[in-house]
């Protein structure tokens, strides 16, 4: 299973991030309006089981919306929109301790939640596409806001299996610890500074360099549990089969879609624009 794992982890690597270095925002465009569908329909599945035909179409639809799009990114829609999301996350955050396991919940409040997750995947992908265009080395800040959350994830599976003891979110996620939590942070404090020596920080002073990225690997350990939620409430191990070893889309990209609209938020309030 781990080896399968890695080797999906290897091609998925190869064809993010060549897609980013090549520099070709149609190309970059045309992955993540894939990455998008397949979540979406994943998403609708999860909170709507039993209507394929409704997650083919929303996820086709959606997917084709944000094509259209992509070629109109109007800077100050991608900073409302990443404050909202940030702010969004923020919320689930502190929503996420009063979660107890329901099994059944009614129409309504699914129909709300699905809303609300396909807006956070929305926003989510216009600013992963913003990161890239915008900026004169937009490809590295877009790999750097990858590789805090994969440094994150390596961290805590290696430091949770090794130190992990105490339960992050028992009712949501038992596999996940809060020494597994720190040992991601302490792994990406140090992969911050590395890369803040390496690149002048951008032209963001350390503490506030640091304070983004710290700020995006917290948020991004939300959108893992906020996934799992959905899974649990479905009673599925994963959100699909997509990706051999990792499951579904939504299990590869649940820490970035509430990473990417904070990572932002902080480039917006940095004064980085």
């Known amino acids: 299973m781990l080896r399968q794992r890695i080797v999906t982890a290897a091609i998925l690597g190869v064809v993010v991030i060549g897609s980013i270095l090549f520099d070709d925002t149609g190309l970059l465009a045309l992955l993540f309006a894939l990455a998008l569908a397949f979540a979406a329909r994943e998403l609708v599945a999860l909170i709507l089981p039993g209507k394929p035909a409704v997650a083919i179409v929303i996820a086709l639809a959606f997917a084709l919306l944000f094509w259209w799009s992509a070629e109109r990114i109007d800077q100050q829609l991608v900073y409302w929109q990443s404050l909202a999301g940030a702010s969004a996350w923020i919320l689930i955050m502190f929503a996420l301790p009063l979660y107890r396991h329901h099994g059944n919940w009614p129409l309504l409040p699914r129909v709300i939640l699905l809303g609300v997750g396909l807006d956070l995947l929305w926003i989510c992908v216009h600013g992963l596409l913003y990161l890239q265009r915008q900026f004169d080395p937009g490809q590295w800040i877009l790999l750097y806001l990858l590789t805090l ?13 090794r130190f992990g003891k105490t339960r992050l979110a028992p009712a949501i996620s038992p596999g996940k610890t809060r020494e597994g939590v720190a040992g991601g942070l302490l792994a990406n404090l140090c992969w911050m500074l590395i890369v803040y020596f390496l690149v002048d920080g951008w032209q963001i002073d350390l503490p506030l360099f640091v304070a983004i990225g710290i700020a995006t690997v917290a948020i991004s350990v939300v959108g893992d549990l906020s996934i799992s939620v959905l899974k649990r409430e479905a009673g599925v191990k994963d959100s699909g089969r997509l990706l051999p070893g990792h499951g579904g889309m939504l299990d590869r990209i ?20």
Do not use: E
Not at 149 to 161: L, P, Q
Not at 256 to 265: G, L
């Open 149 to 161: 959350v994969w440094v994150a994830d390596i961290g805590a599976y290696f430091s949770g299996r």
């Open 254 to 273: 649940d820490s970035i879609i509430a990473a990417a609209p904070v990572f932002v938020s902080g480039l917006f309030l940095a004064g980085v624009t």
